[in-house]
């Protein structure tokens, strides 16, 4: 539960969740006392940063935040470190920022050579575009709301370590719905899932 000291003692923010989507944006937002997110699909991420600043609540998104001009971020490399053995591959290493002006993944992978010696994963150029959108939007004061937050590190903290199934299978997603009731969040597959 995220909690906010104010001169009138401790106020319960609501807390937002967000990763990218086909179509922008999916958000699941919550607040304290609710037992399941209520899901959006938005474009304007701008705006609902801005909201978030004024409500005082708080985003954890699923993409690069603080991106380095010419090395490879700690922070990715610790992830790794916490999710080994069976996860540690989900966590992909960041482009440098001077990589994000690339409109290729062949140019990608150059401008990435150039500035730290390795280039990008189709996967990493594929969400490029995200990462981009989510850096011009970063500023000091929304780095107070907004922070980075990796899925499979989350329920390796929530879980006392890293899950055992891939999230692509059932078996996976049963694991993590397991993991997110204890929590207190209640979720169920989706038919076709089922």
């Known amino acids: ?42 474009t304007d991420l701008e705006a609902l940063f801005q909201t978030v600043q004024r409500d005082g ?4 998104i699923d993409i690069p935040i603080g991106l380095s001009d010419d090395d490879a971020r700690e922070c990715d490399q610790l992830a790794r470190q916490e999710l080994s053995p069976l996860r540690h591959n989900s966590v992909f290493s960041a482009p440098c920022r001077p990589t994000l002006v690339a409109e290729t993944h062949e140019e ?21 575009k995200k990462i981009r959108e989510v850096d011009e939007l970063m500023s000091p004061e929304t780095q107070n709301h907004v922070f980075e937050a990796h899925p ?5 903290a929530l879980a006392g370590g890293p899950m055992n199934h891939n999230k692509k299978r059932k078996e996976g997603a049963l694991e993590r719905l397991a993991v997110l009731r204890s929590a207190g969040i209640e979720l169920t597959l989706a038919p076709e899932q089922a």
Request: net charge neutral; aromatic share 8%.
């Open 152 to 156: 499979e590190v989350v329920f390796a």
């Open 57 to 60: 609540s708080v985003v954890a």
């Open 108 to 128: 990608a992978s150059v401008l990435n050579r150039q500035a730290r010696g390795v280039g990008v994963t189709i996967q990493t150029f594929m969400i490029m």
């Open 1 to 42: 539960m995220i909690l906010q000291i104010t001169p009138y003692g401790v106020t319960r923010l609501k807390h937002y969740g967000i990763d990218g989507c086909h179509d922008g944006w999916v958000v699941a937002q919550g607040a304290p006392g609710e037992s399941a997110p209520a899901f959006s699909v938005i």
